[in-house]
């Protein structure tokens, strides 16, 4: 990933970041708020319910107290008094009564328990009263009361009283049911909702639950929080996310009877709506303030390459282009950039030490190559006075005893001179050719690019030299390449590098071996090799190998591998020696199949 | 003095008598109408062939005798002459037959002369007691309905008011009174306010409230215990388990306490479908709550039911007798539902229709849409059989008999109640107002 990426992905992430840490902190913050305000409002409310609990829960106890000391309850104390008491007439004593009192629930009981008029269920005449009992509660409490439509949950006052022996029991109440909770007047955004918690103490019946207003949506998702409460008998909250797509905060609080069961679970509803949008408000501004973070971060590393990133980038080019040996590249990068005038910061400071190690790096290569030329001059004239000294020497003792010849008689000169001119036409000779060989070389033709097939050319300098080798006892193993495409390249100069590299494998082996040629195709280059079973070469003198006029030979004059590296340079190719002490030697010729100047060739060729 | 006082009980013509009910009939056509105090309005201006006596035996109305053949399949009846409709038009074989017809599709009637042949299927031992239904009355059908009673239509608002005038061609002469004037749809309690301010001369007087009326010194004329306040299951048990659980229920309801406190002794704890009075073996079927019983059908339930329970839940006596049976029955181990709407039993009030047992137990076993008890020879003990198998199909549980009632003034005077609860106004008359 290029440094210009890292930066953006950097100032990315750090723009992100802060926007989601700052998100975060500011809804934390808001609903810390706003739990604290819903904590507070339904306090409030339950505090109302309590007092409204309370004050319904006085009267009913105040009516109730009143009704002992009425006419009707004189006339069930007599009736009860009687040895066979008869309650007929009071049928519908307790309807009648209850509607002027405006109570829900009254029962009256004898001093057995058993039901002498019931408001609720007029019907249920002689059957027994739990409440009825001494033990009654003093103050008013929640109970279940049963009623032909099934139970109900009331606010009970249980009072009793007796004449002589006979005792009457008044138990009256009113009903907790949807008109109770309209009675609340629930801040906006609240709910006050009653589940009547009979029949199945550990369940939910959603026609259990009664709410101030409208029935209650999806009842179903308040039940795991109303089994809490069954379950703990404790206040439990819960936010409910109605499928409606509104979230409320429901707080339920248990409501035990006079016996500490579980009766009732008084819900107070608030609704999260304002939470909601202001989560919302949040997180949009969160959105906005993260999109412009990003286009800020954009421009930002825009800025940051312009000022850091492009001065590397072209010192990575420059550092490249100097590896690939264009040495101006780095002297042009390292003299400062075009993003502005030079500074001093970090990166200028390495573009001037680039600069100045491209420089150093110039000179340098520049005196070696100066140092190389002297050397190689110093060579080529070690060399040549090398050459020339050898036929120089029996030229002089030649020319030295033709003069000692002419001052002896002229027979002897004679004979001399004919001798003497023999060798000295033959050293000419010589020189000449050593001359000829070091134009030779310095006249090396430019390839003439054809297709060769190298198994054909590998095989036609096996045959040239059959006659060298079988008098050198060496025998040649091709290994041919089953098909090799054609390459492009100057058949001529190819078989006299093939050919030299064979005479160079003869002479490694005057004891006689194997000589073998070699040829392989890859994708791109086809190899010619060849390998010799002679003595071998040490490190050093494959080091050395192809430098001109190096030689380990007494009369070699060190340009034949010269020559070979030379003709396989103008080919694009390239050679390498693979050798080790006794184990013979392998050259390798790599060429490239220069495709196109084969097609060239080609369509030259037909 | 003494002149006076025969003055004051000798009947005297004129007059308009006053009555307030709670139906509201649309029509008083015989042929849809249910026995009952509707039925009694009816039988103002219609009249069947035979009427029951008090004893329940057929005495001549419009036919003056009648002859059974056939071994009972076939039957010969004389009408009596100079009967006139009150459309004018005089009662002859040929209207009787056609107004039978069409009250019995399943009879073969026929003109003979003067005379009424109806032939049956089977013997039909009881056909002059069931000639006094009200759905037998001869009635001419043209335009308007017209009838032979003592009165005729004067004004008719349905459902509301109607005037009744007195038939001055009827047959067994001229009723004492003018006319009858009839508010329909009143409330128990309309009615008692209307008889307390001497707007009505007669209201009806509930069951339950019977006795606190004659507490309150009324002058309450009241029948024998005739109407059948029954639970109905719609179907036959469908398991042994279903059986066991209607036992339980059937034993587990006290009808004693229901009559003693709900109907404030208005009527008798019923344990068979006809009343003691009509059958005379009705104390066999024991009425008594069992709580042994109970407990020993509960026993046998494996999977207590529920069900709902149907009521007319405009009579707030069903309802409060409804809700007892609930109690009851969740002591018996059954749950009950209450419902207006249709049920798997129901709670019902009949009239009985007839105080011939024979054609009452028939016609309940039709209202109750039981199998209907077929009669050869119209004995006692064929009749029980009878009854004990219609109880047997534990379709019905009898709980109470009640009586019917009315309150009077003082001036009404010759108000008779048949046993079985209709009226009989022909010889009606008021005295005069105390000062």
Redesign the interface.
Known sequence: MSLHRRLLLLFALTVLVSVAAVTIIVSAMARRAFDRANDQRTAALVAQFRREFDRKGEGVDRRVEALTTSSEANRMLIAAARPAP????F?DTARTIADAQQLDFLEFADDHGKIISSAQ???????LEPAAKPSAPATPFLKEEET??GSALGLFAVRSTSAGEGKLYVIGGVRLDKAFLATFTAPAGMRVMLYENFGRPSGFAPERLLASGPAVQDAGQIAPLIRQVQQNSRESSAVIHWRSGDDEGITAFPLTGADDELLGILLVGSSRQIYVDLRGQIRSAAFVAGAAGLLLAVVLSSWAAARVTRPVEQLARAAQEVAAGNWDAGLAAGSGTDAGPPSKDEITALADSFHRMTRDLLDQRERLVQSERVAAWRELARRLAHELKNPLFPLQLTIENLLRAREHSQQQFDETFHESAATLLSEIANLKNIVSRFSEFSRMPQPHFQPVKLNELAADVAKLHQAQLAQAKIACDLQLAESIDPIAADPDLLHRAVSNLVLNAIEAMPQGGKLTLRSRQNANAGHIEVSDSGKGLTPEECANLFTPYYTNKVYGTGLGLAIVQSIVSDHGGKISVSSEPGCGATFIIELPANREKLQAAQGTHV | LGSLAFAAVRPHYGGTLRIAIKDAPQNLDPAILAEGNSGNIARLIFETLVQLDERGHPQPSLATSWQSEAGGQRWRITLRSGVIFSDGTALDATAAVASLRSANPGWKVMRNGDAVVIETDSPHPDLPAELALLHNSIVRRGGQLSGTGPFTIAQWLAGKHAIFAANDHYWAGRPYLDSVEIDFGKSDRDQAMLLDLGKTDAAEIAPESIHRARAEGRNVLSSEAHELIALVFDRDPQSEDELHARNALAFSIDAAALNNVVLQGGGEPAGALLPNWISGYGFAFAPDAKPEHVREERGQIKHSPSWTLGYDATDPIARVIAERILLNARDAGVTLQLTSAASDLRLVRLNLASSDPHVALNELAQSLRLPAPKFADGSVTELYAAEKSLLQTHRVVPLIHVRSAVALRPIVREWRTLPNGPWQLSNIWLGAEKP
């Open positions: 008869d309650y007929s007439n049928l269920w007029p019907a249920k005449f002689g059957y032909p439509a």
